[in-house]
């Protein structure tokens, strides 16, 4: 940068005396350039001559004095050099690299790309304009392209539906008029295996223990779709959906019962837990905290431990999906001042399970 600086200055103090009297300082730069020539020569006896900064710095500010048809006799250089010599000089005033605040477009901060990169994942039909909005709301004034471009660097399809709902998506919209059903089994303790019926509402998370047989036959499970269809009528709350898997147990006259009572019976596909996954983790959770435990008898004893669960589990375990509450909404709450009373112990599921709440 110094050195253009020089250049340019030099360059305009030459160019005084070349407007006053152009044909002598024509002959009076050139006789300075081959005296200068000659010094150089002077100093490089051996060997080829080499310029340093200073000498191509004079010959490049003394050419604008001379004609260029003259260039070839006065200069020690070709005629295409100079210019390159000139180019070079001046190139120090368009160097930009080194500004502090570069020109343009500013970068995008990370909070707004991290805000790029979620939306399109929990929402898979927004577009770029879309987010672009979305993004205006919040704060963030970014434009439709950039939108894209971060959507792309990140192999994220930038277009208004980069695919279908995924069952958990499905699940969570219509969690509230969802019921799903399916048979866990139990092994008793002369090796034999009985079935009982579960169903869990998807919206509360109560659960419904429909009944156990060892031989759960077509007109057994026809049987506990009616009961279960009375007791949802008495409380007034029928699901729309009714998520099942393709067991010959379920037979027409199953989906018939549901159907009369407006509720769409949907089978999932065959080998696909993850289209139930809310009745896969209530079979779980059945085996996890109580039938594992415990040595089933019969199908009454099997009957009385999973009726005791359900109650448990509707009324005090609490869930993550409602905040931390129980399915039931008749459940006892916590108090808001529980030194104020006395803790109660109650030992539920033949002492398996213990349940606390405070005494009001």
Not at 22 to 32: F, G, Q, S, V, W
Not at 154 to 178: C, K, V
Not at 236 to 249: N, V
Request: aromatic share 6%.
């Amino acid at each position: 940068m110094i050195v253009s600086l020089v250049y340019q200055v030099t360059r305009k103090l030459l160019a005084v005396p070349a407007m006053l009297l152009r044909r002598e300082a024509a002959n009076d730069a050139e006789l300075l350039v081959l005296r200068h020539e000659n010094a150089v020569l002077r100093g490089q006896l051996t060997g080829p001559v080499r310029y340093q900064l200073a000498d191509r710095l004079w010959f490049a500010a003394l050419s604008s004095l001379i004609p260029r048809r003259r260039w070839p006799q006065a200069f020690p250089v070709t005629p295409a050099t100079l210019p390159a010599w000139h180019r070079r000089l001046t190139a120090g005033n368009r160097d930009y690299s080194k500004r502090r605040s570069r020109p343009g477009r500013p970068p995008t901060t990370s909070a707004p790309k991290a805000l790029v990169l979620r939306l399109p994942t929990d929402n898979p039909r927004w577009g770029c304009r879309r987010i672009q909005g979305e993004l205006i709301r919040s704060g963030h004034p970014v434009g439709t392209t950039t939108v894209w471009e971060i959507l792309t660097a990140a192999g994220i399809d930038p277009a208004p539906r980069r695919g279908g709902p995924t069952w958990r998506e499905f699940l969570t919209a219509q969690a509230e008029g969802i019921i799903a059903c399916d048979f866990q089994h139990i092994d008793l303790v002369n090796l034999r295996r009985v079935y009982a019926l579960v169903f869990l509402e998807h919206g509360t998370r109560r659960l419904h223990i429909a009944g156990v047989t060892a031989h759960p036959s077509g007109s057994w499970t026809v049987q506990q779709a009616r009961n279960l269809a009375l007791e949802l009528g008495i409380r007034g709350d029928s699901p729309r959906f009714l998520i099942r898997d393709r067991d010959a147990k379920y037979t027409a006259s199953f989906d018939a019962v549901f159907a009369a009572d407006g509720i769409e019976v949907m089978r999932t596909a065959p080998r696909a837990p993850r289209m139930n996954t809310h009745g896969e983790r209530v079979i779980q959770t059945l085996r996890r905290e109580v039938l594992d435990h415990l040595l089933i008898w019969n199908e009454t004893h099997a009957r009385q431990i999973l009726d005791a669960y359900a109650r448990h589990y509707n009324r005090h375990r609490p869930h993550q999906a409602r905040a931390q509450l129980p399915p039931c909404p008749g459940a006892p709450l916590p108090t808001t001042d529980p030194t104020a009373h006395r803790l109660l112990h109650t030992r539920v599921v033949s002492g398996l399970i213990n349940g606390y709440r405070y005494a009001s």
